[in-house]
């Protein structure tokens, strides 16, 4: 059999998930290919979905991943939802089963297994979560799975209190975990929120792409603030290894890691729910290919 994975999602220049992919089949000595399918935000956007859905329900494709705008606006397109995309309510990964189109989040898998490289989830405490978008709400949905006090803060405070009601109902909705009670701040007030975090909090996770190669750089943390030195940070961002973020973040004697590892992790699990196959861990050879490539 020969697999044709693909990605939708705009702009796509910079991915590096058709060398993840092909890496994937390479390990399973299986032939295939995965192509980039740039689809801009106009007009045609729709046809162009209804394209790729046909590809997927024929076979011609089989399974797609999802990027940056698309992971929330393909769902009316899909059969419906399976696992952790029915909590986060965005996809990353569509998949043919039982001739139905089902949209999977593996965002929050790939955030999970990665982010133990730094903290302990077991040892359950309050994290903060930059951004309030897509990556996000997936962040947020594994720390609250792990029993964490999730706290979002966002430049749009109205973007990160719809955040926290619409994960609170999902989560009510489609699983047993207790309603969570997610805290909103005003990103600008960043002193304020340490401050009445205080030594509760113990991680902090940027999930904006701020510090993205290509993007002008910008702080995230204020000049001079007071942050306990146990906090740990994880930037989503990957490229450059050593994010703005990060860089941030070893100024104040704080220990770090970039989303390379997450990057990995999510793409794996969509590589083993298109083929049924199971990629054998750990997978640090390709990790240390992706990383030293991306110096
Ligand atoms: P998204 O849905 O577009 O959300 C981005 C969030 O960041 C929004 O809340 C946005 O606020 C905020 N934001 C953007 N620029 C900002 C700035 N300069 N200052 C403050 N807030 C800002 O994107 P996403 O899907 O959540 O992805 C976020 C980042 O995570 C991207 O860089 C993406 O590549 C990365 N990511 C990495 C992985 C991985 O596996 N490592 C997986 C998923 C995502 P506004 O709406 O106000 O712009």
Known sequence: MVYHFGLIGYPLN??????????????????????????????????????????LKTGELDGINVTIPYKQSLLPYLDGLSGDAR????????????GKLLGENTDVGGFLTDV????????????????????ARAVAVGLIQNGWQVNVAARRIAQAQQLAENLSERIQKYSSIPSPQIRVFDLLQFQTILTELSNQLKLIVNCTPIGMLGK??????????????????????YNPPETDFLFEAKQYGLQGLNGMG????????SFEIWTGLTLSRPLSNLYTLLTEGAR
């Open 14 to 55: 910079h991915s590096i998930s058709p060398l993840i992919h092909g890496e994937f089949l390479k390990m399973h000595g299986l032939q295939g290919d995965y192509q980039l399918i740039p689809i801009p935000d106009d007009d045609q956007k729709d046809w162009k979905f209804r394209q790729i859905i046909q590809k």
């Open 87 to 98: 909590l986060v309510g965005a996809v990353n990964t569509v998949y043919r089963s039982n």
């Open 116 to 135: 133990q490289r730094l903290v302990d989830l077991k040892s359950s405490g309050s994290g903060l979560i930059i951004g309030a978008g897509g990556a």
């Open 216 to 237: 002008a750089s910008r702080r995230i943390f204020p000049p001079g603030v007071l942050i306990n030195k146990e906090v740990r940070v994880y930037d989503l961002v």
């Open 262 to 269: 997450m990057l990995l992790e999510q793409a794996a699990r």
